[in-house]
């Protein structure tokens, strides 16, 4: 199956810096990213959508300035917290579809194993 | 936004035993669902889908059940087993938002040996 590789796994930084988290798809190409994050014990909640070349569709309430969302190749997005702060500490997880071998893989999202920001 | 919620936040059952964790959905509009686990720390895994024109569909060990009438869609573990352990989440494709999935609340299934 598809493979969405995530990294960090895991950052603790100082409050006030930047933390940058890299989401590549393996072996296709995704067209759609999604970035979600989640607290402990509760479900995903859809940040934003980003399609390759163009700028991320934020959902309502999620600062674009903050979580600065990158999209530019076929196999890479990025997540920017900017300038983070202790309220920001979360699991953040991305998600990718896409095509492999010109056919489309499906509907399914295939998830990046997360990464959980701890902000001091 | 669109509600996708589960009925029971948690539930526990006996290794070898049935599971069945519940999912309701408001737009009727959705044609697509997902089942999803999730292992502490680590990101979701698909378990099964199923299209809006289906009724029930099975996988390995798994059957998920849609009813499009009342909204509702389950998924079934047979003869569960500890590793079956993990969160459980339903999600909801919108294709008039643009094809995002919608994640409900989450279930905990734990497996007792």
């Known amino acids: 199956g598809a493979v969405v590789s995530q990294h960090p796994s895991r950052v603790i930084c100082k409050s006030g810096t930047s933390v940058k988290i890299e989401c590549r798809s393996l072996?296709?190409?995704?067209?759609?990213m999604f970035w979600y994050r989640q607290f402990p014990k509760q479900s995903l909640m859809l940040m934003a959508t980003?399609?390759?070349?163009?700028?991320?569709?934020?959902e309502q309430g999620v600062e674009k300035d903050k979580f600065l969302i990158n999209h530019a190749s076929l196999t890479l997005s990025t997540l920017t917290v900017t300038s983070a702060h202790p309220e920001d500490s979360s699991f953040y997880i991305c998600?990718?579809?896409?095509?492999?071998?010109?056919?489309?893989?499906?509907?399914?999202?295939?998830f990046g194993s997360g990464t959980q920001l701890s902000v001091l | 936004g669109e509600s996708v919620g589960l009925h029971l936040p948690t539930l526990s059952v006996q290794e070898g035993d049935n599971s069945i964790i519940n999912c309701a959905y408001s737009n009727s509009a959705s044609d697509y669902f997902i089942w999803y686990k999730q292992e502490s720390g680590k990101g979701p895994q698909f378990i099964i889908d199923i299209r809006s024109n289906m009724d029930k569909r099975q996988g390995q060990r798994v059957t998920v059940l849609l009813n499009k009438t009342v909204k509702h869609l389950s998924l079934q573990i047979a003869a569960t087993q500890p590793g079956d352990s993990a969160v459980y989440f339903c999600a909801e494709n919108l294709r008039n938002t643009g094809n995002q999935f919608y994640f409900g609340t989450g279930t905990s299934l734990t497996v007792i040996p």
């Open positions: 998600s990718a579809r896409g095509r492999t071998g010109g056919k489309a893989t499906n509907e399914k999202l295939f």
């Open positions: 980003s399609n390759e070349g163009s700028k991320a569709t934020y």
């Open positions: 072996d296709f190409q995704a067209t759609t």
